[in-house]
């Protein structure tokens, strides 16, 4: 039982490291687009702004996540036919 819960554990955690690699590089696309026409310093400075924004707010959406998640039965599913 272990390791199914293990196996379990460690297939999510792959799962959630992939969508923020996605993430990541959709976010460093999109920074790098709307950096890329300014002149050095406002690049650099927009590039820094970008990336600490990015960062706030994915971790603003794992904390709401988090709360959501700890909801007394938001994580069931819809009732069984079958008892």
Known sequence: MTDIV?????????QVV?????LSGDNAVVIGLAAAGLP??????TIAIG?????????????VATQLLQVFGLLRGL????A
């Not at 050095?40 to 400075?45: E, M, V």
């Not at 009732?79 to 079958?82: A, D, Q, R």
Request: proline content about 3%; aromatic content about 0%; glycine content about 6%.
């Open 6 to 14: 293990a196996n379990d554990a460690v297939i999510a955690l792959i």
């Open 79 to 82: 009732p069984s036919n079958n």
């Open 40 to 45: 050095g310093k406002q690049r650099t400075r």
């Open 51 to 63: 990336i600490l924004t990015a960062t706030a707010l994915r971790i603003a959406g794992a904390s």
């Open 18 to 22: 992939m969508i923020n690699l996605v």
